[in-house]
């Protein structure tokens, strides 16, 4: 490695920078006094798939940091455009009849890879400003339709849709919405996909119709005269890589278009590569009014997200000032790095690399684990997985502990083995840089499953191996 490129190794010992973040950094998602304990795992450099953390050990990343570094770490290309950039122009605004090089090339760039006539990009620095921005625009467009009753927005329990008061709202994470007053007025919730917890005695595909169909009751409940905009992730990330099942996005397509209800895929997770298609709504054949993007956008390198806006919606918009913006709406530094990431995506194939070899093959290896006596079932769908953890897996049934007791074990115990994987209740994901390689893969899969074996031997152990009533 040339001297330029070396990493900053020389930092103060673990301990010290622990307890200085104790001290004085408060952690989102984060029970602060606990971990103020036990202290940070601080991770200081990344390669690859790989982190490295203050007392040298390597770990695989698994969730590609929080499912956004698709292109993995370390590509310099990334940092001399910012450093180009920065010293070009580190700034300027969109507010005011400007715009620059970096927004307008980007968003031609998405709206030439984006699907049918998604042609509109309006920026934001993440996706909970980006569906904050969809909130709005939905019910603006029909207000400007002479609909101004047109106004709820349907969403679903258990999804997750970003962390300010609209996105919060839209998301349906019950524990969320326990802080600080929410849902906002005007989004209501249904059911979720989760056949595996919810499915009961039917069939994976008369639970993706019943499950839809909810959207199809609740709009009759209140009206498709009242009801603006159904949002939906692809693929529930957040909500613990919940796969649903075939038959769900066709009947969701079918009852958005019936009853002339706007159609918004968060594809924040899906987007750029992650499902083996440029957008998981290729995936699964739908096409969208508004798709909000961020993460894989930039591969995490600088913070940027959006929502794309098709033409009818758009032209609707134009029609008089929408009154809403951000000051970083297509920072020109976050721009030129997204542009940058996607010109490394496109022509190194990365798409079509993970549909046809990488996602293939980590299904093939992943379902290998469902033998594991702990594992209910291993599923995956591109390069997002998820095994669900269960005390009886004929029964499909949850643990007696309370949920996530039995996932955290398993995550500190992926942790012991240098794997980055999350828990969700007692569900246990992946999302792992695109660009892993099957070597990669199998270090992964087999890592995991020694976590497992750990795990059950804890639960033994502990007499955890309960299922609930
Ligand atoms: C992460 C995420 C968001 C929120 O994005 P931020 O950049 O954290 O604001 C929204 N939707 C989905 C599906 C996400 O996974």
Redesign the pocket.
């Known amino acids: 490695m040339s001297s330029l490129a070396a990493p900053i190794a020389n930092h103060p010992p673990t301990a010290e920078l622990q307890a200085r973040d104790a001290a004085h950094h408060m952690h989102p998602f984060t029970a602060n006094g606990e971990l103020a304990e036990k202290g940070a795992r601080i991770i200081t450099r990344a390669e690859g798939v790989r982190l490295t953390d203050s007392d040298g050990v390597e770990l695989i990343d698994g969730m590609s940091g929080?499912?956004c570094v698709n292109i993995g770490y370390g590509r310099h290309e990334l940092a001399d455009v910012a450093a180009r950039q920065m010293r070009e122009l580190p700034y300027y605004n969109t507010f005011f009849q400007t715009s620059h090089v970096p927004a307008i090339a980007l968003a031609e760039k998405l709206a030439a890879l984006a699907p049918g006539d998604l042609n509109h990009v309006f920026f934001a620095?993440?996706?909970?400003?980006?569906?904050d921005t969809n909130i709005r625009m939905v019910r603006h467009y029909w207000a400007r339709k002479g609909q101004p009753e047109k106004q709820v927005i349907i969403a679903r329990r258990n999804?997750?849709?970003?962390?300010?008061m609209g996105?919060a709202s839209l998301?349906g994470m019950a524990a969320m919405h326990a802080q600080g007053g929410m849902p906002i007025p005007g989004i209501v919730h249904i059911d979720q996909p989760n056949w595996f917890l919810e499915g009961g005695d039917m069939t994976p595909e008369a639970f993706g119709i019943e499950r839809a169909r909810q959207l199809e009751a609740k709009i009759a409940e209140l009206g498709a005269d009242k009801v603006a905009a159904f949002i939906a992730?692809p693929v529930?990330?957040?909500g613990g890589v919940i796969i649903p099942p075939e038959s769900y996005w066709p009947e969701i397509k079918r009852i958005c278009a019936e009853h002339d209800i706007l159609l918004i895929a968060?594809?924040?997770?899906?987007g750029f590569g992650r499902l083996g298609h440029w957008f998981g709504s290729q995936s699964y054949g739908i096409q969208p009014h508004i798709m909000?993007i961020?993460?894989g956008l930039s591969s995490g390198y600088a913070?940027i997200?959006g929502s794309i806006v098709c033409d009818e919606v758009a032209e609707v918009i134009a029609g008089d000032e929408f009154n809403h913006g951000y000051t970083y709406s297509g920072h020109p530094v976050a721009a030129a790095v997204a542009l940058e990431n996607l010109r490394i995506i496109e022509e190194e194939g990365i798409v079509e690399r993970v549909r046809d070899h990488t996602a293939p093959y980590l299904a093939q290896v992943w379902a290998g684990l469902a033998d594991h006596p702990l594992v209910g079932e291993a599923v995956s769908r591109g390069l997002m997985a998820s095994i669900a953890l269960t005390p009886d897996k004929a029964a499909r049934a949850r643990f007696a502990s309370d949920p996530g007791t039995v996932g955290y074990i398993c995550r500190e115990r992926c942790f012991a083995n240098n794997l980055v994987m999350r828990h969700v209740a007692d569900r246990m994901i992946i999302a792992p840089p695109l660009v892993i390689t099957p070597a990669d893969l199998d270090e992964v899969v087999s890592r995991a499953r020694k976590a497992l074996d750990e795990t059950h031997d804890i639960l033994s152990e502990r007499g955890l191996m309960q299922a609930a009533a």
């Open positions: 929080l499912w620095s993440g996706g909970s400003e980006a569906n999804a997750y849709h970003g962390s300010s996105s998301g992730e529930q990330g957040a968060d594809e924040v997770i899906t909000t961020a993460k913070p997200g």
